[in-house]
Nanobody
């Protein structure tokens, strides 16, 4: 499965962005999809994930209450809605997919998108 992440950009602190992760090659059916991010000089970290069959969502503590993850089966797309953005949210955001269930470590994901830059200005 090929993944494409898009929707990043420059936003002021307190603003919102919606990232999208679109699959091609095959559908997301039965795949869990996760979002990770990597800031300059830091390791890549887990942000959120959603299971495909049950739609269960899991969020990192530092984004709870600000970010939501959702999916649109018909469009074969997973979204990361980000609100109340902070400068520390600045990073390259990646989406990834794995089969069959969710995982919280990047080593558990076999398929990756190219990443989209999110920059939050203070």
């Amino acid at each position: 499965v090929q993944l494409q992440a898009y929707g990043g950009g420059l936003v002021q602190a307190g603003g919102s962005l919606r990232l999208s992760c679109a699959a091609s090659g095959r559908t997301f059916s039965n795949y869990a999809v996760g979002w990770f991010r990597q800031a300059p000089g830091k390791e890549r970290e887990f942000v959120a994930t959603i299971s495909w069959t049950e739609g269960r969502t899991y969020l990192a503590d530092f984004v709870k209450g600000r970010f939501t993850i959702s999916r649109d089966n018909a469009k074969n797309t997973v979204y990361l809605q980000m609100s109340s953005l902070k400068p520390e949210d600045t990073a390259v955001y990646y989406c990834a997919a794995r089969y069959p269930g969710v995982a919280f470590s990047d080593s558990g994901y076999a398929y990756w998108g190219q990443g989209t830059q999110v920059t939050v200005s203070s």
